[in-house]
């Protein structure tokens, strides 16, 4: 579909006068057959006053929305002290909040509306700008990138929104009574299925999910009180592997049992003092035990002295031993922890490799973990390593010439890798045999994500920061060049309250049959991203057309399998689950082949007794059968344990083995029948003889 097309389908009617006039400009570049310093200047202009319209709008709808939720805020606040002041009379409340509710809907329909039209506008501009620089000689994207930043109308920063209409919304929905439950709730906990599941989400769809959820659930805030700060939400990783093995990316590749991840944590700016020594062990399914992260608190002072083995763990915890503000056995726990950590980093010569930092919004009832969601945005993965002859975190635990400052404008491009989508992460905990909530169904199934199961960010990090040296790579990554945007499948996205209609306009706002460069590969987005400054967020991303999504497996959009290779000189791991049916199954089908075996060899036995040259034939015939069907079943009994040890997505079912085993079985049958009748025919023995008499 041609943008401009798209644009006229997808504006906000009571805003039509305000959006850019994409078909007037792109008239402009039509009309003048010789484009010279008039014409330009004449472009210029009209270019101008779109912008400047655009620019006014926006900022005047930001203002107006940022009075309705102050306004709305006080409304809720006395609501609130009105129905605890009178509670016997909560029913003759129902009908404020129920308003109140309306009118905070409104405004996030709102704040919705205004984000797509930043992000139309913004995607307008970048395309007309770009046809101008193909059908002209006049270069004018880095001008016009100038006049942009004096006039940032797509520089809003939408999170404190959503923070504050997360609170009053769940203010109201609870009617004054926020839910305060407990990590039991619903049920025992050995009653409960767990379950993780992690999804992509494209740029242009990050504010659009975060209006959805916050509906549902509020947004986790740690300290209430304290005034929003977008540094607040950063969470920066430091993971350790040994870089002559990368045996821990391996193992969490492999998913094998027992397999480690060891990191290093802090939440916040790099003045945080509090680091987070954690270890992730995978367990399989089949072990009956669950996969467990384990963490405990360090001085940011005191880490590089533990990993170097210099302090002991028993020191790490003597002050709180003294202090006795925790159980002795919670104590001895996280020092038994300690030891086994410094243990394993000294032991395996674990040194830190890559970085991960990303803001989280995570949206949870406070105590209650039944449905948990979060979404990381602005993710990015560093190297740490010393490798290549640079030093980076050199004898420190971490690099220090970075901190929180996205998207890190000073390293250099192989040195970091900016993550093109955001990372919806959904926890769940139903009881057993019970179906997670519609609205977490709807939203999962939704064009607004793409699923990508076991997804994670140390283990695409290391994969994209070290291509030299990691030969074993996810199977998501020979598709990140592809388009995860999706058409609108079912009605689902912000509604204002009244509307008849789904009013999301989430899609692929890109397409232009105008333009025959458009296809450009998301990596070079990615370079653009930080090289000009001018993204919005949400952020308009540009890419060819004809994108399909990238489920698993990836389907084209005409319906065809996608197939992808790895690059020269790397292997795509795909993920396979083993649990011990699989091996005891292969076990079985040896037996039964060796049973199959034996049963021949009986047969051939027995044929020897008859003592002639025919029954003496055919019991070599049976033998020789027996035989290779024995060998046969023991080469592909080992070849399958071997694969099901390596955990190689191969094709386990035998085609052609029992059908040649049958095949040769009953030529041995037809063959030793047919010679016995026909040399019953030459005397009176035999079958022919008997019948005879």
Same mark, same amino acid.
């Given at each position: 579909?041609?943008? =401009?097309?798209?644009?006229?389908?997808?504006?906000?009617?009571?805003?039509?006068?305000?959006?850019?006039?994409?078909?007037?400009?792109?008239?402009?570049?039509?009309?003048?057959?010789?484009?010279?310093?008039?014409?330009?200047?004449?472009?210029?202009?009209?270019?101008?006053?779109?912008?400047?319209? /655009?620019?006014?709008?926006?900022?005047?709808? +930001?203002?107006?929305?940022? %009075?309705?939720?102050?306004?709305?805020?006080?409304?809720?606040?006395?609501?609130?002290?009105?129905?605890?002041?009178?509670?016997?009379?909560?029913?003759?409340?129902?009908?404020?909040?129920?308003?109140?509710?309306?009118?905070?809907?409104?405004?996030?329909?709102?704040?919705?509306?205004?984000?797509?039209?930043?992000?139309?506008?913004?995607? =307008?501009?970048?395309?007309?700008?770009?046809?101008?620089?193909?059908?002209?000689?006049?270069?004018?994207?880095?001008?016009?990138?100038?006049?942009?930043?004096?006039?940032?109308?797509?520089?809003?920063?939408?999170?404190?929104?959503?923070?504050?209409?997360?609170?009053?919304?769940?203010?109201?929905?609870?009617?004054?009574?926020?839910?305060?439950?407990?990590?039991? +709730?619903?049920?025992?906990?050995?009653?409960?299925?767990?379950?993780?599941?992690?999804?992509?989400?494209?740029?242009?769809?990050?504010?659009?999910?975060?209006?959805?959820?916050?509906?549902?659930?509020?947004? &986790?805030?740690?300290?209430?009180?304290?005034?929003?700060?977008?540094?607040?939400?950063?969470?920066?990783?430091?993971?350790?592997?040994?870089?002559?093995?990368?045996?821990?990316?391996?193992?969490? &590749?492999?998913? !094998?049992?027992?397999?480690?991840?060891?990191?290093?944590?802090?939440? *916040?700016?790099?003045?945080?003092?509090?680091?987070?020594?954690?270890? #992730? !062990?995978?367990?399989?399914?089949?072990?009956? $035990?669950?996969?467990?992260?384990?963490?405990?608190?360090?001085?940011?002072?005191?880490?590089?002295?533990?990993?170097?083995? $210099?302090?002991?763990?028993?020191?790490?915890?003597?002050?709180? %031993?003294?202090?006795?503000?925790?159980? $002795? #056995?919670?104590?001895?726990?996280?020092?038994?922890?300690?030891?086994?950590?410094?243990?394993?980093?000294?032991?395996?010569?674990?040194?830190?490799?890559?970085?991960?930092?990303?803001?989280?919004?995570?949206?949870?009832?406070?105590?209650?973990?039944?449905?948990?969601?979060?979404?990381?945005?602005?993710?990015?993965?560093?190297?740490?390593?010393?490798?290549?002859?640079?030093? %980076?975190?050199?004898?420190?635990?971490?690099?220090?010439?970075?901190?929180?400052?996205?998207?890190?404008?000073?390293?250099? #491009?192989?040195?970091?890798?900016?993550?093109?989508?955001? /990372?919806?992460?959904?926890?769940?905990?139903?009881?057993?045999?019970?179906?997670?909530?519609?609205?977490?169904?709807?939203?999962?199934?939704?064009?607004?994500?793409?699923?990508?199961?076991?997804?994670?960010?140390?283990?695409?990090?290391?994969?994209?920061?070290?291509?030299?040296?990691?030969?074993?790579?996810?199977?998501?990554?020979?598709?990140?060049?592809?388009?995860?945007?999706?058409?609108?499948?079912?009605?689902?996205?912000?509604?204002?309250?009244?509307?008849?209609?789904?009013?999301?306009?989430?899609?692929? &706002?890109?397409?232009?049959?105008?333009?025959?460069?458009?296809?450009?590969? &998301?990596?070079?987005?990615?370079?653009?991203?930080?090289?000009?400054?001018?993204?919005?967020?949400?952020?308009?991303?540009?890419?060819?057309?004809?994108?399909?999504?990238?489920?698993?497996?990836?389907?084209?959009?005409?319906?065809?399998?996608?197939?992808?290779?790895?690059?020269? *000189?790397?292997?795509?791991? /795909?993920?396979? %689950?083993?649990?011990?049916?699989?091996?005891? +199954?292969? $076990?079985?089908?040896?037996?039964?082949?060796?049973?199959?075996?034996?049963?021949?060899?009986?047969?051939?036995?027995?044929?020897?007794?008859?003592?002639?040259?025919?029954?003496?034939?055919?019991?070599?015939?049976?033998?020789?059968?027996?035989?290779?069907?024995?060998?046969?079943?023991?080469?592909?009994?080992?070849?399958?344990?071997?694969?099901?040890?390596?955990?190689?997505?191969?094709?386990?079912?035998?085609?052609?083995?029992?059908?040649?085993?049958?095949?040769?079985?009953?030529?041995?049958?037809?063959?030793?029948? =047919?010679?016995?009748?026909?040399?019953?025919?030459?005397?009176? *023995?035999?079958?022919?003889?008997?019948?005879?008499?």
């Amino acid at each position: 579909m041609r943008f =401009g097309q798209q644009l006229k389908q997808s504006l906000n009617k009571e805003w039509i006068f305000y959006y850019i006039d994409y078909e007037g400009l792109k008239n402009s570049l039509r009309v003048h057959h010789i484009w010279d310093e008039k014409s330009e200047q004449s472009f210029v202009e009209q270019l101008e006053k779109e912008l400047e319209k /655009v620019y006014t709008f926006q900022r005047v709808k +930001a203002e107006e929305i940022i %009075r309705r939720i102050a306004a709305s805020e006080k409304e809720v606040n006395d609501a609130v002290a009105r129905s605890q002041q009178a509670p016997e009379q909560a029913e003759s409340f129902e009908e404020d909040f129920d308003l109140l509710e309306e009118d905070l809907s409104d405004i996030i329909a709102d704040v919705h509306d205004l984000a797509k039209f930043t992000q139309l506008n913004y995607t =307008g501009f970048q395309k007309i700008i770009k046809k101008h620089d193909k059908n002209t000689s006049w270069y004018l994207k880095p001008v016009f990138a100038a006049r942009l930043k004096r006039k940032p109308f797509f520089q809003d920063n939408y999170d404190s929104y959503v923070v504050k209409l997360s609170r009053l919304y769940d203010i109201v929905r609870t009617r004054g009574n926020p839910v305060k439950g407990d990590a039991s +709730a619903g049920g025992k906990q050995q009653n409960f299925v767990r379950q993780t599941t992690k999804y992509w989400v494209h740029p242009d769809n990050i504010l659009e999910l975060k209006l959805i959820v916050l509906k549902h659930l509020p947004v &986790l805030v740690f300290n209430p009180n304290k005034e929003f700060n977008e540094e607040d939400s950063a969470i920066t990783s430091i993971y350790f592997d040994n870089t002559e093995t990368w045996e821990l990316y391996e193992g969490r &590749l492999k998913k !094998t049992e027992g397999a480690e991840a060891i990191r290093l944590r802090w939440y *916040g700016g790099m003045s945080s003092d509090t680091i987070f020594i954690e270890r #992730k !062990t995978h367990r399989e399914d089949w072990t009956g $035990e669950e996969s467990v992260k384990a963490r405990f608190k360090l001085k940011e002072k005191n880490v590089n002295a533990y990993l170097r083995g $210099e302090l002991r763990p028993e020191q790490i915890f003597e002050k709180e %031993r003294r202090e006795q503000k925790r159980p $002795e #056995k919670d104590i001895a726990s996280d020092e038994q922890l300690a030891r086994e950590i410094q243990y394993r980093v000294l032991t395996r010569k674990l040194e830190p490799v890559t970085r991960s930092f990303y803001h989280r919004t995570a949206f949870q009832l406070p105590g209650d973990a039944r449905v948990r969601i979060s979404l990381d945005t602005e993710l990015t993965m560093t190297r740490e390593d010393n490798l290549d002859g640079k030093k %980076r975190s050199g004898d420190n635990w971490r690099r220090t010439d970075i901190g929180v400052d996205w998207p890190f404008k000073q390293l250099p #491009k192989e040195d970091k890798e900016l993550f093109p989508y955001a /990372v919806l992460e959904v926890k769940l905990q139903t009881q057993a045999g019970g179906e997670p909530p519609q609205w977490i169904r709807d939203l999962t199934s939704s064009h607004l994500v793409e699923a990508v199961p076991k997804f994670s960010k140390y283990i695409h990090g290391t994969a994209t920061l070290n291509p030299k040296r990691i030969h074993l790579i996810p199977y998501w990554y020979p598709q990140m060049d592809v388009d995860i945007r999706k058409p609108v499948t079912h009605k689902f996205g912000i509604e204002r309250p009244g509307a008849s209609n789904d009013i999301s306009t989430s899609g692929n &706002l890109d397409d232009d049959s105008d333009d025959d460069d458009d296809a450009v590969e &998301l990596p070079l987005e990615r370079e653009a991203f930080v090289t000009h400054e001018i993204i919005p967020k949400p952020t308009p991303t540009d890419v060819g057309d004809g994108g399909f999504s990238l489920g698993v497996p990836t389907w084209k959009q005409q319906g065809e399998v996608k197939r992808f290779k790895a690059p020269k *000189g790397k292997r795509i791991h /795909v993920p396979v %689950r083993v649990e011990p049916k699989v091996q005891l +199954a292969t $076990e079985r089908t040896f037996l039964s082949w060796l049973e199959f075996s034996i049963l021949i060899g009986s047969i051939a036995a027995t044929l020897l007794n008859f003592g002639d040259s025919l029954a003496f034939a055919a019991a070599w015939a049976f033998t020789v059968i027996a035989c290779i069907a024995l060998c046969y079943s023991a080469g592909l009994y080992l070849w399958r344990v071997n694969k099901i040890k390596e955990r190689r997505a191969v094709t386990y079912h035998d085609r052609w083995g029992p059908t040649l085993l049958c095949a040769g079985l009953f030529f041995a049958v037809a063959m030793s029948f =047919g010679f016995r009748v026909a040399e019953g025919g030459g005397g009176e *023995g035999g079958l022919k003889g008997d019948m005879k008499g």
